[in-house]
């Protein structure tokens, strides 16, 4: 594929089971963007029409997410269309990294981790540039939440930075947003990362409310500040982080209560409460 409507391609992306990514050029602006087309594989689309019309359903769903949001942190989207073959695609602005530049890849597997090069093993970030994403993720997140959007997979690699050092955090991927009145997945199973995923979203992902994306935002910042993902509910090894403010460690962990209860009702509770950390 050379071309993508008035976009020419300039390199292959990423492909997931139900997408191709690619960065193009925006050939009348001259400028780069991302183009994500609708392409499932290996029989994702579903055999039943129903399966292939959920899942086009929700590429359009994303795209109408990312068109209503105005936000400096959420990745916005400058145009909706159709192939000749009539897959849609979205284009988006062309960010050079996503979070896992900085913090390496969730490698858990000690074998996988040792066969990844040293910079892309996980690590830790420094504590206030951890504040400071963790602050723009919940911004993002509270203008979902103010709309009764809950975004269900917050995750490294759906956090984009506006550049490679110190870069200004953008989520993106809207694939899995719940919005209010409209269908959504089956009651009782679930969508998402399940290493980012609360208890109640991998128990029953429709019932869902903003506190599962709090859920995921504090695993995230333990990941951040620790270097690894937590195993098993630990609890944040506050004195061992270096340069970690005192409290901090104990915050991330009612972000990452396994109530729900526990834990700020949405985004912009939860970022109130990080204020006192900057």
Same mark, same amino acid.
């Given at each position: +594929?050379?071309?993508?409507?008035? $976009?020419?391609?300039?390199?292959?992306?990423?492909?997931?089971?139900?997408?191709?990514?690619?960065?193009?050029?925006?050939?009348?602006?001259?400028?780069?963007?991302?183009?994500?087309?609708?392409?499932?594989?290996?029989?994702?689309?579903?055999?039943?029409?129903?399966?292939?019309?959920?899942? #086009?359903?929700?590429?359009?769903?994303?795209?109408?997410?990312?068109? #209503? +949001?105005?936000?400096?942190?959420?990745?916005?989207?400058?145009?909706?269309?159709?192939?000749?073959? !009539?897959?849609?695609?979205?284009? +988006?602005?062309? $960010? %050079?990294?996503?979070?896992?530049?900085?913090?390496?890849?969730?490698?858990?597997?000690?074998? *996988?981790?040792? *066969?990844?090069?040293?910079?892309?093993?996980?690590?830790?970030?420094?504590?206030?540039?951890?504040?400071?994403?963790?602050?723009?993720?919940?911004?993002?997140?509270?203008?979902?939440?103010?709309?009764?959007?809950?975004?269900?997979?917050?995750?490294?690699?759906?956090?984009?930075?506006?550049?490679?050092?110190? !870069?200004?955090?953008?989520?993106?991927?809207?694939?899995?947003?719940?919005? %209010?009145?409209?269908?959504?997945?089956?009651?009782?199973?679930?969508?998402?990362? %399940?290493? $980012? +995923?609360? /208890?109640?979203?991998?128990?029953?992902?429709?019932?869902?409310?903003?506190?599962?994306?709090?859920?995921?935002?504090?695993?995230?910042?333990?990941?951040?500040?620790?270097?690894?993902?937590?195993?098993?509910?630990?609890?944040?090894?506050? !004195?061992?982080?270096?340069?970690?403010?005192?409290?901090?460690?104990?915050?991330?962990?009612? $972000?990452?209560?396994?109530? %729900?209860?526990?834990? /700020?009702?949405?985004?912009?509770?939860?970022?109130?409460?990080?204020?006192?950390?900057?």
């Amino acid at each position: +594929m050379s071309r993508i409507g008035k $976009y020419q391609v300039v390199a292959p992306l990423h492909m997931t089971d139900y997408s191709d990514i690619f960065v193009c050029s925006d050939t009348v602006l001259d400028v780069r963007v991302c183009v994500k087309i609708y392409s499932p594989k290996n029989g994702a689309d579903g055999a039943a029409s129903s399966g292939a019309e959920e899942l #086009r359903g929700r590429f359009l769903h994303e795209a109408k997410v990312m068109a #209503r +949001m105005d936000h400096p942190h959420l990745v916005p989207i400058r145009e909706y269309d159709h192939l000749e073959d !009539g897959r849609p695609y979205i284009v +988006m602005p062309f $960010y %050079p990294a996503t979070l896992k530049y900085e913090i390496g890849f969730d490698a858990t597997d000690p074998k *996988r981790r040792r *066969r990844l090069p040293p910079s892309r093993r996980p690590h830790a970030i420094a504590p206030g540039r951890a504040v400071r994403v963790l602050d723009q993720v919940f911004g993002a997140l509270s203008a979902l939440h103010e709309f009764g959007l809950v975004h269900r997979d917050v995750k490294p690699g759906n956090l984009f930075l506006s550049a490679k050092k110190n !870069g200004a955090i953008k989520l993106g991927d809207f694939g899995m947003v719940k919005v %209010p009145g409209l269908a959504d997945v089956e009651a009782g199973k679930w969508i998402g990362t %399940p290493n $980012y +995923m609360s /208890p109640e979203q991998a128990n029953d992902s429709a019932g869902v409310d903003p506190r599962a994306d709090i859920f995921a935002a504090g695993v995230l910042a333990f990941r951040m500040l620790v270097g690894r993902l937590p195993e098993n509910g630990e609890p944040f090894p506050e !004195g061992a982080v270096k340069g970690c403010p005192k409290g901090l460690g104990a915050l991330v962990d009612q $972000y990452r209560a396994p109530n %729900p209860d526990a834990r /700020p009702p949405d985004a912009a509770t939860a970022r109130k409460l990080l204020a006192a950390f900057h």
